[in-house]
């Protein structure tokens, strides 16, 4: 076991059990025209922890552990996408529309890309997750299983829809979750401040927090 100094009190994380999700670091999400910045949000907050992932998947490269990476996204005749989310909020471009990367969130289009600094390589897991939480409607918990993996290291976007949603869905499902706090963002500072507060309350009641700098010096 590695000790990671975290809080609320330190995470044990075990090598050969411990794999790295890395959620929605996608075209759609942080580029101007994709969909976060059809519903009005400023990405270039987003923007600025790509440095920062991308440096924690360098880690868990480094180390030989599994990198996962997933992708909001929906088949190209919006099976999967259920109408009352296909028809929420006032943006101008809705899922399926045609915007400037392409239709938003589709399979395949150039906005749902995950953006080159994150880009996953030859052999790593890409989850298309039709929902906000990588485990509805995917097949990731059994090939976690088949990994041996007890422990998942969460990065990514937004803090307070993607990344707490999964981290709460794998928390139910019996994982040991550790989210790096510098490597996630929201367009909202105050909902990811939350957001990181509501998941380390109550003992670690969804799971543990810490910056890249205390899991780097702690793995070497
Ligand atoms: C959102 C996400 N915010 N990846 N998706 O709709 O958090």
Known sequence: MIEIEARPYPYALPPGRTALVVIDMQRDFIEPGGFGDALGNDVT?????????????????????????????????????????????????RIGDAGPMGRILVRGEPGNAIIDACAPVEGEIVVDKPGKGMFWHT????????????????????????????????????????????????????????????????????????PLAKLEEAVG
């Open 45 to 93: 907050r987003l923007e600025a922890i790509i440095p920062t992932v991308a440096g924690l998947i360098a880690l868990f490269r480094r180390k030989g552990w599994p990198v996962i990476h997933t992708r909001e996204s929906h088949d190209p005749d919006l099976g999967d996408c259920p109408p009352a989310k296909r028809l929420r909020g006032g943006g101008t471009l």
């Open 139 to 210: 097949d990731i918990h059994a090939r976690l299983d088949e990994l041996g993996i007890t422990h998942l290291v969460f990065a990514g976007v937004t803090t307070e829809v993607c990344v707490q949603t999964s981290m709460r869905e794998a928390n139910d499902r019996g994982f040991e979750c550790l989210l790096i706090e510098d490597a996630t963002e929201s367009y909202f500072p105050q909902f990811k401040a939350s957001a990181v507060e509501m998941i380390v309350a109550q003992g670690a009641i969804v799971g543990w927090a810490t």
